[in-house]
């Protein structure tokens, strides 16, 4: 049994595990698959797809030295804070269970906790340093990720930067509001998050739809409040 990766989202068609939902059984080959499939998270076609084992050879070619622990602080070349680490483990932790890779899921899962557990206060970003780096974003690195990605037609990279950037935007808007109205500005209301594009909607109920990335309404999850 194989598996094969989507090209734009990373979807993983596994061959042993098919695609009940969409009337493909466990143990169809990919050569058996209908030309007419389209993946499940981004709707690419089927030729959109490479065998895994060839993606990852090409990926092991082309990786960069790991970063590595310095001063028990940060990462070498990266500049990373053990926070910010914890958040990107566990971002590599969702994008694993969407697609169905669970011992890698866990594996980014301890990461983040481990990262997070020694992240110090001084560390932790408050409000005012996320809208600081928003801004930055906002500004400057989307504009040259979009330069980057738009020569070379990546689709999935700019999908990504379109739904990314929107969001961003949502965010820097809700900590505003926020810094202005405080708690008032989520009373009486719950708080839904999209599992795909990580909008942000505070309200009575999900919306049908999310106005980012259009996935339904159950996709985007309730937050439990402590």
Not at 31 to 48: A, E, I, Q, R, T
Not at 81 to 108: H, N, T
Not at 111 to 129: F, G, H, M, V
Request: proline share 6%; hydrophobic share 35%.
């Amino acid at each position: 049994m194989h598996k094969f990766r989507c090209t734009v989202c990373w979807y993983v068609y596994d061959e042993k595990a098919g695609v009940p939902e969409k009337n493909i059984s466990p143990g169809i080959v990919w050569g058996k698959v209908p030309d007419d499939f389209l993946c499940p998270l981004c709707s690419s076609p089927k030729n959109m797809f490479k065998p895994i084992e060839e993606m990852e050879e090409k990926e092991e070619k082309e990786e960069t030295a790991d970063a590595v622990i310095k001063d028990g602080k940060e990462l070498t070349h990266l500049n990373l804070s053990y926070d910010e680490v914890s958040a990107i483990c566990s971002s590599l932790c969702k994008g694993c269970e969407k697609q169905r890779l669970l011992p890698e899921m866990e594996a980014f899962s301890n990461l983040a906790q481990y990262y997070k557990t020694r992240a110090s206060e001084e560390e932790k970003i408050n409000l005012n340093d996320a809208a600081q780096l928003l801004d930055e974003d906002i500004l400057t690195r989307y504009p040259e990720a979009n330069n980057t990605a738009g020569p070379l037609r990546d689709r999935g990279a700019l999908r990504s930067l379109v739904w990314s950037e929107k969001v961003s935007i949502i965010l820097k808007s809700l900590i505003k509001r926020f810094n202005e109205e405080g708690d008032t500005l989520f009373k009486d209301k719950d708080i839904f998050v999209c599992d795909i594009c990580g909008f942000i909607f505070p309200g009575d109920a999900a919306p049908e739809i999310c106005p980012i990335c259009k996935v339904p309404h159950y996709l985007l999850m309730k937050v439990q409040r402590s």
